[in-house]
Nanobody, 121 residues
Framework: QVQLVESGGGSVQAGGSLTLSCAVSGYIGSSISDCTMGWHRQRPGKERELVSIVRKNGVTTYIDSVKGRFTVSRDRRRNALYLRMNNLKAEDTAMYYC?????????????WGRGTQVTVS
């Protein structure tokens, strides 16, 4: 059974930092290394948005609002995904989700975690 579990959320003051982690398990017969992994968030009253992705070749992308503040990384050996968030702002307050796209058809058809809450005051 595929499972993604996020952790590392919490409450911080503006300007603070957090590191989110996503532990992935249950991929049998294939390597998570061949998948695109990403962090999404849903801010209060807003639609879910893609924050950052890391492709199987290691290329990373970010939405403009987090560039220079957030860093995504993956640990292929541990099947884990991370998001280091620095200089957090109130507008970063959201539920953060990790997701995996192994079919190349987009995250909507991939696997998702249940999320971890980040609150910036």
């Amino acid at each position: 059974q595929v499972q993604l579990v996020e952790s590392g959320g919490g409450s911080v003051q503006a300007g603070g930092s957090l590191t989110l982690s996503c532990a992935v398990s249950g991929y049998i017969g294939s390597s998570i290394s061949d998948c695109t992994m990403g962090w999404h968030r849903q801010r209060p009253g807003k639609e879910r948005e893609l924050v950052s992705i890391v492709r199987k070749n290691g290329v990373t992308t970010y939405i403009d609002s987090v560039k220079g503040r957030f860093t995504v990384s993956r640990d292929r050996r541990r099947n884990a995904l991370y998001l280091r968030m620095n200089n957090l702002k109130a507008e970063d307050t959201a539920m953060y989700y990790c997701a995996v796209d192994c079919l190349g058809s987009g995250f909507d058809t991939g696997d998702w975690g249940r999320g971890t809450q980040v609150t910036v005051s």
